[in-house]
């Protein structure tokens, strides 16, 4: 099966979830089709806000079997590689413009033994990730500025996406190709369309209670820009 076909994935954002009850939350998006978990990791540095750190993934990890995808907006990823890996992430999301030395990042991330993906901003260039892409399990591409949820999908990225798709079945590569950020039922088929393969929801999910709803009218959406 081509890389440019392979089954399309949503991730709910556990940042959208309402922290009072997230054990609920979790299993509803484990019973409403979610195929991972997304867990944005913020240190008040690299971005304004703070979330929550290796103690709430492990307590994520406890109530699912869910892949659970962490996104690591912090500076120096490096040194937290091994906690978060610890606490249960499958995969571990570094930006490049976090600081760390992106070889390293990778090389360590392996070590350890889980997959590794490379965030970019939505302005910085997707050349910028050019010295790792091939050794990346996962590309992310922000649709919005990091650090927030409730922001709106920056049309101006799909473009960057396109190109990636590009880059990955050029190679032939099994890479995801995902999207964060503003994703909704038609934002969400625009990138799909474009050729992203994997995407963070949250508030599309979260929002109203219908989980299991929310997820199936996402999942119909990407699937039909997908070609699915």
Do not use: W
Not at 22 to 45: N, P
Not at 154 to 183: C, E, F, M, Y
Request: one cysteine or more; proline letters at 6%; charged letters at 25%.
């Amino acid at each position: 099966m081509a890389n440019g076909r392979r089954r399309l994935r949503l991730a709910p954002s556990l940042l959208s979830a309402d922290f009072g009850a997230l054990g609920d939350a979790v299993r509803a998006a484990e019973a409403g089709g979610a195929d991972a978990l997304h867990l944005d990791v913020m240190d008040g540095h690299f971005v304004p806000n703070i979330s929550f750190g290796p103690a709430l993934v492990a307590a994520v990890r406890a109530r699912t079997r869910l892949p659970l995808d962490v996104h690591l907006m912090i500076t120096d990823p490096l040194r937290y590689l091994e906690p978060f890996q610890k606490a249960g992430g499958d995969t571990l999301v570094f930006h490049i413009e976090s600081g760390s030395d992106p070889k390293e990042v990778v090389r360590r991330a392996r070590a350890l033994g889980v997959a590794v993906g490379g965030a970019v901003k939505p302005e910085t260039p997707l050349a910028s990730l050019d010295p790792i892409f091939d050794e990346l399990d996962q590309v992310l591409v922000m649709s919005v500025h990091p650090g927030f949820s409730g922001q709106e999908f920056l049309p101006d990225v799909v473009p960057k996406i396109r190109a990636a798709r590009a880059r990955i079945d050029r190679d032939g590569r099994a890479t995801d190709l995902s999207v964060d950020g503003g994703v909704t039922a038609s934002t969400g088929r625009v990138a799909a369309e474009a050729g992203a393969r994997f995407f963070v929801c949250g508030n599309a999910v979260f929002a109203g209670g219908d989980v299991a709803g929310n997820l199936r009218r996402l999942r119909a959406a990407v699937e039909e820009g997908g070609g699915g």
